[in-house]
């Protein structure tokens, strides 16, 4: 992570990505390397993780995959020090036992000049929220069979 102001920032976002078995295999990697490379967003942190059947959680090294042709390498040394091992921890409870997960906190450099003028004119974010697809899909769903719902 490069060095700047803190309140030259835009907001900072995270989310954890859970998929059965062992290892995600990199799919979304040149997506969010094309956002990084287009100034979209800046990739704080990315850590990767395995839960056992047993409920047993394991970091895997960015780094040891280097060489093994995963698209995950490219992250290695992707560390700003927001994630912390607490955080890790939080995100492990969410996940389902046999699966792996990415957690990822990105900054939406899109957002940083109104985060700033904002910011400049004595204004703060005071909350934030992000509505999950599954519950507009359900949404949709009853609208379309006629049945009220909310998100």
Same mark, same amino acid.
């Given at each position: 992570?490069?060095?700047?102001?803190?309140?030259?920032?835009?907001?900072?976002?995270?989310?954890?990505?859970?998929?059965?078995?062992?290892?995600?295999?990199?799919?979304?990697?040149?997506?969010?390397?094309?956002?990084?490379?287009?100034?979209?967003?800046?990739?704080?942190?990315?850590?990767?993780?395995?839960?056992?059947?047993?409920?047993?959680?394991?970091?895997?090294?960015?780094?040891?995959?280097?060489?093994?042709?995963?698209?995950?390498?490219?992250? *290695?040394?992707?560390?700003?020090?927001?994630? %912390?091992?607490?955080?890790?921890? &939080? #995100?492990? @409870? /969410?996940?389902? $036992?046999? =699966?792996?997960?990415?957690?990822?906190?990105?900054?939406?450099?899109?957002?940083?000049?109104?985060?700033?003028?904002?910011?400049?004119?004595?204004?703060?974010?005071? *909350?934030?929220?992000?509505?999950?697809?599954? %519950?507009?899909?359900?949404?949709? &769903? #009853?609208? @379309? /069979?006629?049945? $009220?719902? =909310?998100?």
């Amino acid at each position: 992570m490069t060095q700047e102001p803190l309140d030259e920032m835009g907001p900072i976002d995270y989310a954890v990505f859970e998929w059965p078995g062992r290892q995600p295999q990199g799919d979304a990697v040149p997506l969010l390397i094309d956002l990084a490379d287009r100034g979209i967003i800046r990739i704080l942190d990315i850590a990767l993780m395995v839960k056992g059947e047993d409920g047993t959680v394991a970091a895997v090294d960015l780094g040891d995959l280097e060489g093994q042709g995963s698209a995950f390498e490219q992250f *290695a040394g992707a560390s700003s020090g927001l994630l %912390a091992q607490d955080d890790l921890d &939080e #995100a492990a @409870e /969410a996940l389902a $036992p046999g =699966t792996s997960a990415a957690v990822l906190v990105w900054e939406n450099r899109w957002a940083a000049p109104v985060a700033v003028a904002v910011r400049r004119s004595g204004g703060q974010l005071v *909350a934030s929220g992000r509505i999950q697809i599954q %519950a507009i899909l359900a949404a949709l &769903e #009853a609208e @379309e /069979a006629g049945t $009220p719902s =909310t998100l």
